[in-house]
């Protein structure tokens, strides 16, 4: 299913301290990015819904990615329903 990035939140989401003590971490993450810009999304995210909306438990880094390259859909698999 597709889902627009605007409905998806971050199940874990770092800050940007967290980037600055891990920056192997931040070499990987542009490596997604870059992946999905020349790519597209290979693997879906893996969401679940809650009362909150649909919140990413795998696949946060490519929702960042998709986020900072401004593509507004992502294929999802929702793996749980809480409500």
Do not use: H
Request: net charge positive; with cysteine; hydrophobic share 35%.
């Amino acid at each position: 299913m597709e889902l627009s990035v605007k409905e998806l939140s971050f199940g874990v989401k770092r800050p940007q301290q967290w980037w600055d003590e891990y920056p192997k971490q931040q070499k990987i993450f542009e490596e997604i990015k870059e992946s999905i810009r020349n790519n597209g999304m290979e693997k879906p995210l893996k969401v679940i819904k809650n009362k909150q909306g649909y919140v990413v438990e795998v696949g946060n880094q490519r929702l960042k990615a998709l986020l900072e390259l401004g593509i507004a859909t992502a294929p999802c698999i929702i793996t749980r329903n809480t409500l």
